[in-house]
């Protein structure tokens, strides 16, 4: 933690429950972080995105906007 602290980054995690001394979080950002680690569990559902079939840039990101607007309608 000090060490994240120390380069510059800004830890989320929260401290355990049953912790003596607990420090400070963030809980917004938390959540936020929790959203983007579901989205790439989500997208590692798709095996093309996983293993990136696609050689070029623009047809892997061109399917990885498709996925992404697909999982948008499926939360909706």
Same mark, same amino acid.
């Given at each position: ?16 429950? =049953?912790? !003596? ?7 917004e950002? @938390?959540k &936020?972080? =929790?959203? !983007? ?8 559902? @798709?095996? &093309? ?28």
């Amino acid at each position: 933690r000090q060490l994240a602290l120390g380069l510059g980054f800004v830890p989320v995690v929260p401290p355990k429950s =049953n912790r !003596v001394d607990p420090w400070e979080y963030d809980k917004e950002m @938390y959540k &936020r972080r =929790n959203e !983007v680690e579901r989205l790439f569990r989500r997208l590692k559902g @798709y095996r &093309r995105i996983f293993t990136r079939f696609e050689k070029l840039d623009v047809m892997f990101l061109g399917f990885l906007s498709f996925v992404l607007v697909v999982d948008g309608l499926r939360m909706c």
